[in-house]
């Protein structure tokens, strides 16, 4: 079993706030786990402890049956990618792959085996007697994966390994790599800040906000059924829209147009995603057009509801209008979402 288990865990630098406090999770084994959130959160001190190269403050970090919190590094039977792909410039891609075993004295008999099954995996089997400096960016990270692969670890754990990459090549990448976690059946637990990469990727996400959990789940739950408003803005591209209501909850605040069924008496702001809403010539609330950006496939519409200033929808195609023109606007009320005063979402029935 390769599971990893996190159990209370607490790191603290200090009498600075902590970077990470009283985060649990569990990443089931063979699963592909990413830890989602802005600069600052907690996410690469939450897998640096993973790692063992930072020791919690406390709490308990367990891989597979074993207590791992205080084990280094090199007994936790785990491979690493990091950022920087920290390959050695003076080294062959061959040599850069074969470090690691070098380094742990494994059998050289097995170099040979393992090198061709990781070279061919990977395809970096015409390019093993070059020097990282001779390499593409994509190929100096596929050999930063081959030293991690070629471990045999059944733990692998990456440092928002893509952002050196320019967007057509991280597309690639993340196809890539998903791919070779399922193939392999690996654990594999990555960090990114960014929110595309954690949703096209992950079995699941845990999403970290100022050194604590926020939300964990799968990623469509995590689109679909956000529980707090950190998490509504910051899935989703555009993000969720959210608007204040008035004070009553009758209304959007500064529209005149009172909702149809009555919401939440806690409800402080109302939540729809772009794609919900359309533009309508009759129904729905009033708004004005602030900007737009075109796509090419759509549009997205910047727009004014009454004091909430930004909201946006996405429209097909590209929309003809001016800034400062009145438009309506409308959604399904299955697409509502509705946050009380804390910003924790508010169920049906609350």
């Not at 936790?76 to 050695?88: E, P």
């Not at 990469?197 to 926020?214: F, N, P, T």
């Not at 009320?333 to 946050?339: I, K, P, S, T």
Request: proline share 6%; aromatic share 6%; charged share 20%.
């Amino acid at each position: 079993m390769s599971a990893v288990i996190l159990e209370s865990i607490t790191k603290q630098y200090g009498a600075a706030p902590a970077a990470v406090s009283n985060v649990s999770f569990e990443v089931p084994s063979g699963t592909f786990t990413v830890l989602l959130g802005p600069s600052g959160c907690g996410k690469s001190t939450t897998l640096r402890m993973i790692a063992g190269l930072d020791t919690p403050t406390s709490g308990r970090i367990l891989i597979g049956d074993r207590d791992v919190t205080q084990l280094p590094p090199a007994q936790r039977r785990i491979s690493m990618v990091f950022q920087s792909y920290a390959l050695f410039p003076h080294l062959s891609v061959r040599e850069n792959i074969l470090f690691g075993l070098k380094v742990r004295k494994e059998p050289a008999r097995d170099y040979d085996r393992r090198l061709g099954y990781v070279a061919e995996l990977l395809g970096l089997a015409q390019l093993l007697d070059r020097k990282p400096a001779q390499l593409s960016g994509g190929q100096q990270q596929r050999v930063a994966l081959g030293r991690a692969v070629i471990s045999e670890a059944p733990v692998c754990l990456m440092d928002e390994p893509l952002s050196n990459l320019d967007a057509q090549l991280r597309h690639e990448m993340r196809r890539e790599i998903r791919g070779l976690q399922q193939k392999l059946g690996i654990t594999m637990i990555y960090v990114t800040h960014d929110q595309t990469e954690a949703m096209s990727m992950a079995d699941q996400v845990v999403l970290l906000q100022g050194g604590k959990v926020e939300q964990l789940d799968v990623p469509d739950r995590l689109y679909a059924r956000p529980r707090t408003e950190f998490a509504a803005r910051f899935i989703g591209t555009p993000p969720m829209n959210l608007m204040a209501l008035a004070a009553d909850g009758s209304r959007i605040a500064g529209c005149e147009i009172p909702f149809e069924q009555p919401v939440s008496p806690l409800a402080r702001k109302l939540g729809v995603r772009p794609e919900h809403i359309r533009l309508t010539h009759m129904e729905g609330v009033p708004a004005r057009v602030q900007g737009l950006e075109y796509f090419g496939a759509d549009t997205i519409v910047v727009c004014t509801v009454g004091e909430n200033t930004g909201i946006t929808l996405r429209v097909p195609g590209h929309l003809q209008a001016r800034v400062g023109e009145s438009v309506r606007l409308a959604w399904p009320a299955e697409a509502e979402h509705l946050f009380d005063q804390s910003g924790l979402a508010i169920r049906a029935g609350s």
